[in-house]
């Protein structure tokens, strides 16, 4: 499938090739490629993200291209202080006024059950990839569902801010959407950014979040790129002030670079996706259930968003009061 027209001049060319893919074997990350087996829901998760030694989760034809370095943590973006708000009841001078925000809850609850239609492979960026997959799951609760919940939070807040929020989905009864349409809504949406909304399932003794980024692909992310990752840093720096650990077993400080993921691929607009914590880590699993730990991570997001408005739209930053 071509690229619609390129919104604000940021998207300049149509995928350049595409892969041939032999179906996945098994998976990396929840965001990645967790497969769906017929009916069962079961899961298979293998936390090793693209740009690790031991990422070997792809039978490609052509691997996705290569991720660069993660950006040095000194380059931080100033975000508010741990606990702090922006003020903003949906008056014009609430700091997200203007703002569109596209949140992608990961996953969905009946993907499970659908393993056919989420195993169908899709544009990912330049390369083919499932539509979508389980997510991972602990202890009963999914990850679709700790994704959705907090998607929901973080749209309350963000739309007291005064931002215009579109949900890739509304609901976590369904299957899909696949990860292009996911990417692809920041432009039916007309949107300024896309949040991508995750957890991990990696070993039980890692633990910790970690904001993803896109590496540069021409015609896909080589123009928004440099943002996202400017926002990634926000993102990570608001997660640390609320008191959130970065990944002990993944990416550097919190960040890493992925090139291989869909929904990053094909947004227009600057996007990250975040894996808030790891589900088969006790600790995580706790904070990443919890109502607080939900409301912290919405927090974390709204803070990075008015600190890095300015940046994601190349408009001035709105007045922002912080109570
Ligand atoms: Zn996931």
Not at 141 to 158: C, D, G, I, K, M
Request: overall charge neutral; glycine content about 10%.
């Amino acid at each position: 499938m071509m690229n619609r027209p390129p919104r604000r001049g940021l998207m300049t060319a149509t995928a350049l090739c595409y892969c041939v893919v032999v179906l996945m074997l098994v998976s990396s990350s929840c965001s990645g490629s967790t497969t769906a087996t017929p009916d069962t829901g079961s899961i298979k998760v293998h936390p090793t993200p693209s740009g690790s030694p031991a990422s070997a989760d792809h039978r490609t034809t052509m691997s996705p291209p290569v991720d660069p370095p993660p950006i040095p943590i000194s380059d931080s973006t100033t975000s508010l202080p741990a606990g702090k708000m922006p003020a903003g009841d949906g008056r014009s001078n609430a700091p997200l006024v203007g703002l569109v925000v596209v949140l992608d809850p990961g996953h969905n609850g009946r993907n499970g059950s659908h393993s056919r239609e989420i195993n169908r492979l899709v544009n990912a960026g330049g390369f083919q990839k499932a539509c979508n997959t389980t997510g991972t799951a602990d202890s009963g609760y999914a990850e679709s569902r700790f994704n959705f919940e907090t998607a929901q939070r973080v749209r309350t807040v963000l739309s007291a801010l005064g931002a215009t929020v579109v949900m890739t989905r509304e609901n976590d009864e369904g299957w899909g959407p696949c990860i292009d349409q996911r990417g692809l809504t920041t432009e039916t949406a007309g949107a300024d950014v896309l949040v991508s909304i995750h957890a991990d399932g990696a070993g039980v003794g890692a633990h910790g979040f970690h904001v993803i980024y896109p590496g540069s692909i021409p015609g896909y992310t080589a123009m928004t790129a440099p943002r996202a990752s400017v926002l990634a840093i926000a993102l990570r720096d608001a997660m640390v002030a609320r008191g959130f650990e970065p990944a002990t077993y993944v990416g550097s400080k919190g960040l890493i670079a992925r090139s291989d993921l869909g929904t990053l691929n094909r947004s227009g607009v600057p996007a990250v996706m975040i894996e808030c914590g790891n589900m088969h880590n006790r600790a995580d699993l706790a904070k990443l259930r919890s109502p607080d730990g939900q409301d912290a991570i919405a927090s974390a997001i709204a803070s990075a968003l008015v600190s890095t408005r300015s940046t994601l739209t190349g408009l001035p930053p709105a007045s922002a009061a912080v109570r």
